[in-house]
């Protein structure tokens, strides 16, 4: 009888785990069926923005009262749940604080646990009023209600009942009260129990302590099905980011050949391509659904924090445009959720639903609203590129449907007619030098 709480601990670590392991198993799966792309180049640069970037947060602090407050909860939870280990090993051997063994430095640590978990629980309470009372207005967006707004606040809850429970759990612990070495927090919630007897006090701590390991299961888990993926994700995002200049857009060789080819006065247009040429002409120009964005694209969409940093520096968004750079992102995670789903449906395949990314989810309006600014790339605290979907959009209608603006399609006429964005036969150009 003395082994349930044990085998009851495993059993509930290795569901909890194993949950885990499926869902970032399904995430993968559904992250490679994006276009391959080599983001092998660079890999001294990708390291430094990688560890700038996601471990030393150094583009949240740009926003200095967002970014503290962040850098907080982050520490926190990164040196908090070190802690976990003592509570798994315990849970798994039936003992009771298995690494207070080492005295005077257990209680340091503990110590310094409770006062991050203090400052956890006080950041997030204010997070909670930025968003909920003062109701920023990055926050408040169009895409950002239902699910997105409700699933913000729920993280916050989490957080807080987490750092609460932590907190509770030694404050009823009466040995860990005696050792006065470690109890810097809980030491001023362990009178509010003082009436309590040493059955319930125990009662009270095993309850916490439970409900502190299965909540952090329970978070590990909500994970996938929550912004709060960027949280694993940030790491290997950073990595594979954009490290060529913002404004370089690439090019695709089939198309940069035909413009050499067009340039050559040498060249013969009605030549046959030479046996055993190596030049690939993609079987689609552009994107129109997930599967036909790079898979790092589709890595930037789970990775979303949906923070709302880049809609609110967007100059299109700013002067009412439809466009919401967050939005986005959202959207191709959506879409790419529900072709995973239809692919899990139908044993491993995917059946044609009818729906596609652009269309069904992003707007002919939003894509045309972009600027190309780059100021949603820069904005973005986990180097996501929402530029580069929208291109890869745009790219599809113009060439594989024709479908560009009337004045770009105009001015695109000119070009190929004149030789100028402007509709004057290239003998008048210098017609306005007489008229003056």
């Known amino acids: ?10 059993v509930a670590l290795a569901l909890g785990i194993g949950y885990f392991v499926k869902n970032v198993k399904k995430l993968v799966r559904n992250i490679k069926l994006g276009q391959d792309v080599d983001v092998s180049d660079h890999k001294d640069q990708r390291w430094q923005n990688m560890i700038r970037i996601a471990l030393g947060q150094g583009k949240m602090v740009r926003r200095p009262v967002a970014g503290i407050l962040h850098i907080i909860v982050y520490l926190g939870f990164i040196i908090i749940n070190i802690e976990v280990l003592e509570i798994i090993l315990d849970g798994l051997t039936g003992k009771h604080r298995l690494f207070s063994f080492m005295g005077g430095f257990y209680g340091f640590l503990i110590g310094s646990f409770e006062i991050l978990a203090f400052l956890v629980f006080v950041s997030v309470v204010i997070f909670w009023i930025r968003r909920n009372i003062i109701k920023l207005q990055r926050f408040w967006k169009p895409e950002m209600t239902s699910w997105p707004k409700n699933d913000a606040n729920f993280i916050l809850y989490f957080e807080m009942v987490l750092m609460t429970l932590f907190l509770v759990m030694n404050a009823t612990d009466p040995h860990f009260q005696e050792m006065q070495s470690g109890n810097v927090i809980s030491q001023f919630i362990s009178p509010l129990f003082s009436g309590a007897s040493e059955g319930t006090l125990h009662v009270i701590e095993r309850s916490a302590w439970w409900l502190h390991i299965l909540g ?16 694993l994700l940030a790491f290997p995002n950073t990595y594979f980011g954009k490290v060529k200049p913002k404004g370089a857009f690439n090019n695709l060789e089939a198309v940069t050949a035909e413009v050499k080819m067009m340039m050559d006065p040498d060249a013969d247009p009605y030549a046959m391509p030479e ?33 709302g940093r880049c809609t609110s520096e967007c100059p299109a968004n700013l002067t009412g445009k439809k466009l919401s750079p967050r939005k986005i992102m959202m959207d191709t995670r959506d879409r790419l959720e529900e072709v995973g789903k239809n692919i899990d449906a139908n044993n491993g395949e995917f059946k044609d639903d009818g729906k596609q990314l652009l269309g069904d989810y992003i707007s002919h309006e939003e894509i045309w609203a972009c600027t190309t600014c780059n100021a949603c790339v820069e904005a973005c605290p986990v180097s996501i590129d929402p530029l580069s979907i929208i291109l890869e959009m745009r790219r599809y209608l113009v060439m594989e449907q024709s479908a560009a603006p009337m004045e770009l399609n105009n001015m695109m006429s000119n070009i190929e007619n004149n030789g100028a964005p402007w509709p004057y036969n290239q003998m008048d150009r210098l017609n306005w030098v007489d008229e003056n």
Do not use: R
């Not at 993609?282 to 949906?306: H, I, M, R």
């Open 275 to 307: 046996e055993g040429a190596d030049e690939e002409v993609p079987a689609k120009f552009g994107a129109s659904d997930v599967q036909d964005l790079s898979w790092v694209q589709l890595l930037n969409a789970y990775t979303c924090t949906e923070c």
């Open 216 to 231: 952090i299961l329970v978070f590990l888990n909500y994970l996938y099905f929550s912004k709060h993926l960027h949280i």
């Open 1 to 10: 009888m003395n082994y349930i709480p044990n085998i009851l601990f495993a």
